[in-house]
């Protein structure tokens, strides 16, 4: 879980189930959706990609949260001078965090690349 700072301060997570909806909410016509084509879309600032994450990653906390409230919301963040690549930042750390991705330094754990 990790706090993102939208018009208050909000708690954003990812279980697996929601990286499952994630990816399907997401996939494109004949495509199959990964985790690592959802990390890839939201690197594109990919603003459906970004907005479906928050959606899903707060709703836990806000059940009467809508897709209108959290456009609402990334607009007043923007209108505060906020960056869609700090939204980006946040999810893709709120989906390490909830270890649905693994960090880059876990990722060379696991598979190291070649020194030459």
Known sequence: MMDLTLETVR???FSVRDARDL???LSRTGEVCTVLKLVTRLAEIDLDAITVCLFIGL???D???TGEKVD???DQFLARG???YDLMGAII????TSRVI???KEARAVDPTPTS
Do not use: F, M, N, Y
């Not at 750390?93 to 390490?96: F, K, P």
């Open 23 to 25: 990816c399907s909410r």
């Open 59 to 61: 709703s836990h906390t």
């Open 11 to 13: 708690a954003l997570r």
């Open 82 to 84: 906020g960056e869609l």
């Open 93 to 96: 750390e709120a989906l390490q």
């Open 63 to 65: 059940k009467r949260l």
């Open 72 to 74: 609402d919301l990334v």
């Open 102 to 104: 693994r960090t880059p």
